[in-house]
């Protein structure tokens, strides 16, 4: 006997089914099955053989899978028992309820006395599936690993695409072959890590960034997860996300996952990406001011680093503001004695050398030139040569001799008295100043895996976010090193690499378009020779890199010559323009035929209009380019499409292309199957097409 459920969507259903009154396991998840399908005849229609050297009966691969079951893989649940006794679940269906998007599922253990609950939340607009796993004892257990619910992999699929990365080279993605075993990725740094975000992509065979089907996963933690994908012994395909195993410090009697985020495409990884776009803007963040345009941003780092003059950063917000920038941010070295990076950490008080008459003066003057003001902090860090550790030296986490990272140690934010401490040295500026933004940065990993830590930041962010509402904040972390769905419900920004290279950002935007809108995602302006990798770019291509997300500069303006200025001015203003519609765009990666060219489009919302980036990255191995084909238009409409900087073709692009000559109307059919053939450019250039439906 099988008892089912099912959720449903427009694109996709749901399905899962309990065996003689077993823990459930999802029997279907894929395109739109109809209403009348006969759920029981499909999970018999699907279920596998036995033959020798198997056991007589396949165990489940359920949502918690059992090791006391038989299970061959990976369990969903690894739990002691208080005196450190191993316990073995074996769960049974207790209860369950279900609206039209939702399902609650409730099953006990009576000899362990142990309940699981799995939560399915499926939103109709945005395609996403939220899903938790709880587990609650009458006594307090020891938890090594819990799995949100456990998930079938694909059969059709040959690959996984998941995320690595580093400091100044976020978002890279690998390709792993399906084969027996598994592809076991944990990160146990304590946060989420340029080098593993929590996220996973599994396309079916043939797919590509426009067509076939995929599959996609994200876990919404910030305090480091594990991430399973496992192929069993008779072929099943597993895929488990959890929190870092032996992040639960403490004996507790309620476990409970952060969300696993799971969506289902029939229209390639755009169909992915769509999805965790618009859920991220629309469900997840809450942003400080909806109504407000995104600000162009300013931001000092690069410019003066931690030689803060009054008058020179006068001079740059008067610069900065003539160019466009409409948010000015004071970043590192405007607290303590910090000179440089060894110190002052956690003495969150305006240094009086530097600002005699406190913040007033310069955020006056920011003011004057137009601009709102925003200040950097790193609340959760603290340097040993700092007035709070000399006075609590306790308040710091890990031991005493650990290895320091860029000369600092993280506190302790389970302790209250530590939030307690940073909060009231936040809420005094924050009420003494009219800042509208705080760069919030987190510069080190954590000495030790702890899930009470990411808890402890969290309660912080919160309880400003409640009490200040009108300031928005920006997750940064060495850049990318803290960006996943958890830390953006509290924040409406991530700084995605602290690298300001536009080369290293097209690629690196690109990827990370897989689960990030760019209403949330910053780019800068950076200096004409980046700080970063040394390299040297014009100011047009950098200008228009930026302006693929939430545009800002970055660099000290006085280095600007005439050129420059009107360049970063034209693209300011264009981006000012457009912001309205490209702030609820879709960014639809582009499957091109030159591997040199990194392409995207940005869909506005309604369909009526579109932008084209298409980002030369290195030299084309042929002598001239190959169409690149858009996706997604209406086939029937006509557009009318056009070359936005073709002033900028070069004297080696000889041909007399149309495009070069004004605007070309052509179907929607004709974009998506033939393409359009853009002129020849050099490499580190981005061709920019505007188009609108007719």
Not at 13 to 33: D, F, H, K, N, Q
Not at 88 to 99: E, N
Not at 588 to 617: I, N, P, T, W
Request: charged share 25%; net charge negative.
């Amino acid at each position: 006997m099988i008892r089912t459920w099912r959720l449903d969507d427009a694109r996709q259903t749901l399905a899962l089914g309990s065996r003689e009154g077993r823990c459930p396991e999802v029997i279907y998840w894929g395109a739109p099955l109809p209403e009348r399908e006969d759920l029981p005849a499909l999970a018999g229609a699907t279920q596998l053989d036995v033959t020798g050297g198997m056991l007589d009966e396949n165990p489940d691969l359920s949502i918690c899978p059992e090791a006391a079951r038989s299970f061959p893989g990976q369990p969903g649940l690894i739990v002691r028992d208080a005196d450190g006794t191993p316990l073995l679940p074996q769960f049974s269906l207790a209860d369950d309820s279900q609206t039209d998007t939702g399902l609650k599922i409730v099953c006990a253990d009576l000899v362990n006395r142990l309940t699981y609950t799995a939560e399915f939340t499926l939103d109709p607009a945005t395609h996403v599936i939220a899903m938790t796993a709880e587990l609650t004892s009458d006594r307090p257990l020891h938890l090594h690993w819990l799995a949100a619910p456990t998930l079938p992999g694909p059969q059709q699929a040959d690959e996984m695409i998941d995320v690595a990365g580093r400091w100044c080279g976020e978002f890279q993605l690998n390709r792993t072959a399906w084969s027996p075993g598994i592809r076991y990725r944990e990160n146990r740094t304590g946060r989420t890590g340029h080098e593993h975000f929590p996220g996973l992509i599994v396309p079916c065979r043939g797919a590509t960034n426009a067509s076939g089907e995929a599959y996609a996963f994200h876990y919404g933690w910030s305090g480091g997860h594990r991430m399973i994908a496992e192929e069993l012994p008779d072929g099943r395909r597993q895929i488990q996300f959890g929190h870092a195993a032996r992040m639960e410090t403490a004996a507790a009697t309620t476990f409970k996952t952060a969300p696993l985020y799971a969506v289902y495409s029939s229209d390639g990884l755009n169909g992915c990406a769509v999805s965790f776009q618009r859920h991220l803007r629309d469900r997840i963040v809450t942003w400080a001011k909806p109504d407000a345009p995104r600000p162009v941003h300013y931001n000092c780092w690069e410019a003066v680093y931690f030689d803060h003059n009054i008058p020179k950063l006068k001079e740059i917000a008067t610069r900065a503001a003539s160019l466009g920038a409409e948010r000015f941010v004071l970043d590192d070295g405007w607290f303590g004695q910090r000179d440089d990076d060894t110190s002052s950490l956690s003495d969150w008080e305006v240094d009086p050398r530097k600002y005699p008459d406190g913040l007033g003066p310069l955020i006056d003057h920011v003011h004057e030139a137009g601009m709102s003001f925003g200040i950097w902090f790193e609340p959760e860090m603290i340097n040993p040569d700092s007035n709070l550790h000399r006075a609590h030296p306790d308040w710091a986490l890990g031991a005493e001799d650990q290895i320091l990272g860029r000369q600092q140690k993280a506190l302790n934010m389970a302790l209250p008295q530590v939030r307690d401490f940073i909060y009231e040295r936040i809420a005094a500026l924050l009420t003494a100043h009219p800042v509208d933004y705080i760069k919030w940065d987190h510069n080190r990993v954590l000495p030790m895996p702890d899930a009470a830590q990411t808890r402890g930041s969290y309660a912080l962010l919160d309880r400003l976010r409640a009490d200040f509402p009108h300031v928005e904040i920006e997750s940064c972390a060495s850049g990318g090193g803290r960006i996943d769905f958890g830390i953006l419900s509290r924040t409406q920004r991530v700084w995605l690499s602290d690298s300001n290279d536009a080369l290293e950002r097209l690629k690196m935007q690109h990827n990370a378009a897989l689960f990030l809108p760019a209403a949330v995602t910053g780019s800068h302006v950076g200096p004409r020779r980046c700080h970063t990798s040394g390299r040297t770019l014009d100011i047009e291509f950098r200008a228009w890199v930026a302006a693929q997300r939430h545009m800002g500069f970055e660099m000290d303006p006085r280095e600007l010559d005439s050129r420059e200025e009107a360049v970063l001015r034209e693209v300011t203003q264009w981006w000012k323009a457009n912001r309205h519609w490209m702030y609820v765009a879709d960014i639809l990666r582009l499957d091109s035929a030159d591997e040199a060219v990194v392409a995207e489009l940005q869909l506005a919302e309604d369909g009526a209009q579109f932008v084209l980036f298409a980002g030369k990255a290195a030299t084309s191995t042929q002598i001239v380019p190959r169409p690149l084909r858009l996706t997604r238009l209406d086939p029937s409409a006509l557009y009318e499409v056009s070359l936005r900087n073709r002033a900028s073709a070069s004297h080696l692009s000889r041909g007399q292309q149309a495009l070069k000559n004004g605007p070309v109307t052509l179907s929607g059919a004709a974009l998506m199957h033939s393409g359009l053939t853009l002129p020849w450019s050099f490499p580190e250039s981005m061709w920019v097409l505007e188009g609108r439906r007719l």
